[in-house]
């Protein structure tokens, strides 16, 4: 017997040598994921030599393009022990292998692919990276990305706009400090420079990454506060699923002399989402659409969406990427509340729920989309490259005032990453990219923006100390304009010590004037907008100092940063002949200055897990020695989920404190804004395909503003169903 088994083992070993001069197909692994109640898990990192691949949300996975023989398989996911395998892979041909993971309190070290432009661990990072997991997205049962993005440590919106450690204040979505790329692609408008943060449907985003503080190193001008890459699932094998239903309802205002209807206002949506995928030919489609009646007079809205990606592997270590989404938003346009005598105000100096009567009828209508191919090769293990072209559309129309616009960017991107020798203690990444930007509006003109830069970026490791340097050289202006150049050096470094991972870096950042800064021209709720040509491109320096450190499931990130900046572009308020103006204008000098941390634990049981973020912001105009507009010096998020298969409960709770300047026209003692202290609540429940989730936006009804004339949302109660094939 035990001769027969060694010569069983000996005929499959020389099956799976190779004859002479006969070609090595490659073969495939499949199978499932799971815990060990049973129960599927989803984002598992499935590795060997050569190959690699996630498992889906049904705790399905196929690797392919393995090479023939004996594999060893390596199973890795965060809170999770890492284990594994070894399978014998048939030429030509597939072998299944199922695994089961055991959940651990010591956590693995994610992977991030923003901050450096390639792959690298969180800790090698040399800037701040804030992580929203698909897990936060789901357990916060969120409806669109503003709202997943919204709770990321040190990241704060202000009706509607992003900030990050405070580098964009309010410029009512005019000229963003913040990149927002798709699968690192740049989707910022043509023409405004803003964020459309309802381009890409929820559905199609499994992660999203947030590096903070200056990037114009590697991406250029709209990164000179920080980037925000919002990562899409990928395509699993075989036939997929999803279905997601959203319903809910606002809460009335707590006072009888606010109310402005006589019924209660609802939301709800649904999603629809199906993908087919085999070993070389992939594809997803989702479709979706929303419908609110809004929380306030005049508010309500529609969104139709639709969203697709197809991949393509011709070969192993090639891959084609075509993905894209289209939006169309049609929603009534909320001004800032009435005041005493511009509406029925009941006897009160303003009516928060209410618009004054002279801007009812005001809409717009804004679609958006996107449309890019990727094609990436790994050429060996010291050599990749890829190849982008994008083209992003924006198009709105505004009824009272009547303005509208349609603005086009189209971009393309070649970029390297070598490793010498397959050696991951020395990497270089270079690149070249290309971009045209192009706007026709009434209120904007027809105008049209230029952009060409080169960047690189070198990393050695000395003994346990990484050490990063580069560059990014860009040339940008308007057609038949200045062409203006501009350097953007950083360098960095990481020190993992026995007191955590040091990190520091020191770069610059600029970022030139959008079209709409330079040339808009309009009236809006009775302000006259005017354009400023002489504009010129805002500069920093920035700097950052931090410490990670991590202790079982127990992480503790802070990070000191200070930032001077130069012609820092701010919206200005003025009067002339009676008549309220705006006007974007360069500020002479300006500082951001503060820290900010974040603490994660599970304390007491595996089934807790907390966390606490802060950041503290000193923001000063330095021309006018004043403090800049819009910046709350604090912002604290504590966060708590339970989880009891098959059900969780949890909450968010922020406070932003009371924000000590605004512009347009208020002076501080008239305005009514006060600090922010808002809970949010949850609860879920899942088994197999199905889950339902129960979200309390801002439950205790707490009625406050954070930009003027503008209240901020009020209570909300919803329940979300999925149904996962």
Same mark, same amino acid.
């Given at each position: 017997?035990?001769?027969?088994? %060694? ?22 692994? #499949? ?79 994610? %992977? ?20 929203? =997991? ?10 669109? %990305? ?29 000229? =963003?400090? !913040? ?33 903070? $503080? &200056? ?19 990928? !395509? ?16 009335? @205002? ?21 993908? #087919? ?46 993905? $894209? ?40 209508? =804004? ?11 790994? =050429? ?8 982008? &072209? ?10 009272? @005032? ?62 346990? %100390? ?75 320096? &920035?700097?950052? /100092? ?24 701010? @919206? ?7 008549? @309220? #103006? ?9 500082? /951001? ?14 089934? /807790? ?32 989920? #339970? ?30 804004? !006060? ?51």
């Amino acid at each position: 017997m035990p001769l027969t088994r %060694v010569a069983a083992r000996s005929l499959i070993a020389l099956a799976f040598l190779p004859l002479r001069g006969q070609a090595q197909i490659p073969g495939a692994v #499949y199978g499932t994921v799971s815990d060990t109640a049973g129960a599927p898990v989803a984002d598992v990192r499935i590795s060997t030599a050569g190959a690699a691949a996630a498992s889906d949300a049904a705790g399905h996975y196929r690797l392919t393009g393995i090479r023939p023989g004996p594999a060893v398989l390596r199973f890795a996911r965060l809170g999770y022990h890492a284990t594994q395998d070894t399978v014998a892979v048939p030429a030509g041909d597939s072998v299944r292998l199922d695994v089961t993971l055991r959940s651990n309190r010591f956590a693995l070290e994610p %992977v991030i692919v923003t901050a450096a432009k390639r792959s690298q661990l969180l800790d090698q990072s040399a800037t701040s990276v804030a992580l929203v =997991s698909d897990s936060d997205l789901v357990r916060r049962a969120v409806s669109t %990305v503003d709202e997943a993005v919204d709770k990321a440590p040190g990241v704060l919106f202000l009706n509607g706009q992003v900030n990050i450690r405070g580098s964009s204040g309010f410029v009512e979505g005019l000229g =963003s400090r !913040v990149l927002l790329l798709v699968d690192g692609v740049p989707a910022n408008e043509a023409d405004r420079g803003g964020i459309d943060w309802d381009m890409l449907p929820l559905d199609e985003v499994q992660r999203v990454e947030v590096v903070k $503080g &200056a990037g114009s190193s590697l991406y250029g001008s709209a990164a000179f506060g920080g980037v925000v890459n919002l990562l899409t699932r990928d !395509v699993p094998v075989g036939f997929h699923g999803r279905v997601r239903t959203t319903a809910g309802a606002y809460a009335d @205002p707590p006072d009888a002399a606010w109310r402005f209807r006589d019924y209660v206002g609802g939301l709800g949506g649904l999603d629809v989402t199906g993908s #087919y995928g085999s070993e070389a030919i992939r594809g997803r489609v989702t479709l979706g659409g929303r419908h609110s009646d809004g929380y306030r007079e005049q508010d309500k809205s529609d969104q139709w969406e639709g969203a697709g990606k197809a991949e393509w592997q011709p070969a192993p270590g090639t891959r084609l990427t075509a993905s $894209g989404s289209w939006t169309s938003h049609q929603y009534q346009v909320s001004p800032p509340w009435c005041e005493r005598g511009q509406c029925d105000d009941r006897g009160l100096a303003f009516q928060p729920f209410m618009i004054g009567t002279n801007d009812r009828g005001a809409y717009t209508r =804004s679609d958006k989309g996107y449309v890019a191919t990727t094609l990436e090769r790994t =050429s060996s293990a010291g050599f990749a490259w890829q190849a982008r &072209a994008s083209w992003v559309r924006t198009h709105f129309t505004d009824s009272k @005032p009547d303005d509208w616009g349609v603005a086009n960017r189209y971009g393309t991107e070649l970029r390297g990453t070598l490793r010498p020798g397959g050696d991951s203690d020395r990497v270089l990444t270079i690149g070249v990219e290309a971009a045209r930007a192009d706007v026709t509006s009434d209120i904007f003109g027809g105008h049209a923006q230029h952009e060409l830069s080169a960047y690189g970026e070198g990393e050695q490791r000395i003994g346990a %100390v990484r050490l990063s340097a580069g560059a990014r050289v860009d040339e940008i202006g308007p057609v038949g304009g200045t062409v203006g150049g501009h350097a953007s050096p950083r360098v960095g470094v990481v020190w993992p010590t026995r007191f955590g991972t040091w990190r520091g870096s020191v770069g610059h950042g600029f970022r030139t004037p959008s079209l709409a800064e330079r040339f808009v021209s309009t009236v809006a709720f009775g302000i006259r907008v005017v354009p400023d040509s002489t504009l010129v491109p805002e500069t920093a320096w &920035a700097f950052e /100092l931090g410490d990670a450190v991590s202790i079982g499931s127990t992480r503790l990130d802070a990070a000191a940063f200070w930032t001077e900046a130069r012609q820092l572009i701010e @919206p200005a308020f003025f009067e002339s002949g009676g008549v @309220p #103006y705006i006007q974007f204008r360069n500020v002479g000098r300006a500082r /951001l200055r503060g820290f900010d941390l974040s603490f994660t634990a599970r304390p007491f049981t595996p089934r /807790l897990e907390t966390a606490v973020a802060y950041t503290f912001l000193d923001a000063r105009d330095l021309g006018a020695d004043s403090v800049l507009a819009f910046r709350p010096k604090h912002l604290l998020t504590l966060s708590a989920d #339970y989880a009891l298969r098959p059900f969780s409960v949890g909450g968010d709770f922020r406070y932003v404190s009371r924000i000590e300047r605004i512009e347009l026209g208020l002076s501080w003692a008239d305005d009514p804004r !006060v600090p922010a202290a808002v809970l949010d609540l949850r609860g879920g429940w899942s088994r197999d395909a199905w889950s339902a989730r129960l979200r309390v936006t801002n439950a205790l009804n707490y009625i406050y503003s954070l930009t003027p004339g503008t209240l901020e949302p009020v209570r909300a109660v919803s329940v979300v169903l999925t149904w996962t094939y």
